[in-house]
């Protein structure tokens, strides 16, 4: 179990913290807040320049950025919004790719990133068609990229929730998609958090280019 001692003198770049609700709830971590656009390429090769600038290094990122498309549950691929696609695309797939690229650049040897894909990444998700897509290709990415940085001892895995109690999800189910989870009940963000945090911890230093479910057994 990966404990916050194990993180003490590490510095961890996360996106998509937009939504977090209790960023100073962290024990005895420094926390510098910046906006960044990841579907922009220098806002994110900017903040990653200016994290360790500030702190001198950076050990490890979690990439967690994403969006869902409004239309979900809703049309398919023969009524699919090549304007809702793209910006899925761009936030989903490109704002990976662009935090990788800025990061794998400057991130110490024996680093650890974790992308966030998701149970979609996993089956084909009827009436989701630029999600499912999206983290289809995060994990073809996220194994690439631990292909290629191996060697430095750099790890790069990805994550796969499956219904998560957040808005994100919330927004699914009101579209009618349903989880079939064997636990019979939905996951809790702090639930992938930990999953996250062993990933980005040293207990999982032989663990590289994984797609790691956290579904309740919904893909089971």
Same mark, same amino acid.
């Given at each position: ?22 960023p100073n ?11 960044a656009d ?61 935090? +990788?690229? /800025?990061? !794998? ?9 974790? $992308? *966030?894909? &998701? =149970?979609? %990444? ?65 996951g809790k ?5 930990? +999953?996250? /945090?062993? !990933? ?9 280019? $994984? *797609?790691? &479910? =956290?579904? %309740?057994?919904?893909?089971?």
């Amino acid at each position: 179990m990966s404990t916050p001692h194990q993180f003490s003198d590490k510095v961890i770049a996360i996106t998509g913290a937009a939504s977090a609700q209790h960023p100073n709830a962290i024990p005895q971590a420094e926390v510098l807040i910046s906006a960044a656009d990841v579907t922009d390429y220098e806002q994110i090769e900017h903040w990653t320049g200016n994290t360790v600038d500030h702190f001198g290094k950076l050990d490890g990122a979690a990439n967690l950025a994403g969006v869902i498309p409004k239309s979900v549950g809703k049309k398919g691929l023969i009524d699919q919004n090549f304007e809702e696609w793209d910006f899925v695309m761009g936030v989903n797939l490109k704002g990976v790719m662009h935090c +990788l690229k /800025a990061q !794998l650049s400057v991130i110490q040897d024996h680093g650890s990133i974790v $992308n *966030a894909s &998701s =149970i979609a %990444g996993l089956q084909g998700r009827p009436y989701n068609g630029a999600y499912t897509a999206s983290k289809h290709a995060i994990i073809g990415l996220t194994r690439t990229a631990a292909k290629e940085v191996g060697l430095r001892g750099i790890r790069v895995n990805a994550v796969c929730p499956g219904r998560i109690d957040t808005p994100m999800s919330r927004a699914s189910a009101e579209a009618g998609i349903q989880a079939d989870a064997a636990l019979g009940r939905s996951g809790k963000p702090e639930e992938v958090a930990s +999953l996250i /945090a062993f !990933l980005l911890s040293n207990e999982s230093t032989y663990i590289t280019g $994984n *797609a790691v &479910s =956290i579904d %309740g057994g919904w893909n089971c």
